[in-house]
């Protein structure tokens, strides 16, 4: 392996992993949000919070995917 695919590697490995943990704990801070509010909605009590998130972490392992090949596509239009 190169140390351009390497390097690619490397970019897309790490930012898929901070996108999992953010979305993550996104998700979770929300289902605790969720549970102060003053009116608790039928959501918060038929929604489990472990799948709400996993649903997080799976959003933000996309969304960090999709961040590092935009970036890795922008760094190679630019050479």
Same mark, same amino acid.
């Given at each position: ?6 390097? $690619? ?9 901070? #996108?999992?943990?953010? @979305?993550?704990? /996104? ?17 918060? $009590? ?9 649903? #997080?972490?799976?959003? @933000?392992?996309? /969304? ?16």
């Amino acid at each position: 392996m190169d140390t351009k695919t390497k390097r $690619l590697a490397l970019l897309v490995v790490s930012c898929s992993a901070v #996108g999992v943990i953010l @979305g993550g704990s /996104a998700s979770w801070a929300e289902s605790d949000r969720c549970w102060a509010a003053k009116e608790v909605t039928n959501d918060c $009590l038929t929604t489990d919070p472990l799948v709400k998130t996993m649903q #997080g972490m799976s959003t @933000g392992l996309i /969304a960090g995917f999709t961040a590092a090949v935009a970036a890795a596509w922008q760094i190679k239009h630019d050479e």
